[in-house]
């Protein structure tokens, strides 16, 4: 039987506990999209997830991917959008699960590697705050350029907005970054 959990996370790690709560529960992941989560009934416990974002397109980390399955570890299906197709960044972040009969399940095992995988993300998430501030912010500078367009409060209204969800984006970052110092820091106690 199929449950659906309809849930938004910001916060990979809190992602990746819950969903190994629910494997706790019997409830193993099955198929995910964006907020929207589908689970199959299991054996309590039977999965470890954990979840990263690919260096790359997984048509170009198909050699990545083999070796997590080497390891034992499968790929959770992505869902895809109502049109049939899966959004650029759910195709980079990947959740991986498996058997915890095998074992601890961890997917990066040193600091560095740790520190890169947080590295894309901080990008990520700055790239995105980037793009959504210039967009917004080019919609209020056209205001000023042509106060009598018919479109003054459509681009105020989506300039506002790209720069509201630009500075989200950056509120996002900063945790990871703070992740990122910590993880220098304790690089540096280690050497």
């Known amino acids: 039987m199929s449950h659906v959990v309809r849930k938004y996370f910001v916060d990979f790690e809190k992602e990746e506990a819950w969903l190994n709560e629910m494997s706790a529960k019997g409830l ?20 470890i997830y954990r979840i990263e974002l690919l260096e790359k397109d997984p048509k170009d980390a198909a050699g990545y991917l083999q070796f997590m399955e080497e390891t034992g570890a499968e790929r959770v299906p992505a869902g895809t959008t109502p049109k049939g197709k899966r959004a650029f960044i759910n195709q980079r972040w990947v959740i991986f699960r498996r058997k915890a009969a095998e074992g601890p399940f961890q997917i990066y095992s040193d600091v560095d590697s740790k520190i890169n995988h947080y590295q894309r993300i901080y990008r990520l998430w700055l790239a995105l705050a980037f793009l959504e501030l210039i967009v917004g912010f080019l919609n209020i500078i056209l205001i000023v350029l042509m106060p009598s367009s018919n479109l003054y409060k459509i681009n105020l209204i989506v300039g506002i907005s790209l720069v509201i969800l630009g500075l989200f984006f ?22």
């Open 170 to 191: 950056v509120w996002l970052s900063l945790p990871i970054l703070r992740k990122i110092a910590r993880l220098r820091q304790e690089k540096l106690i280690r050497e």
């Open 28 to 47: 193993a992941l099955a198929e995910y999209s964006w907020a929207r989560y589908v689970f199959e009934e299991s054996a309590k416990g039977e999965y």
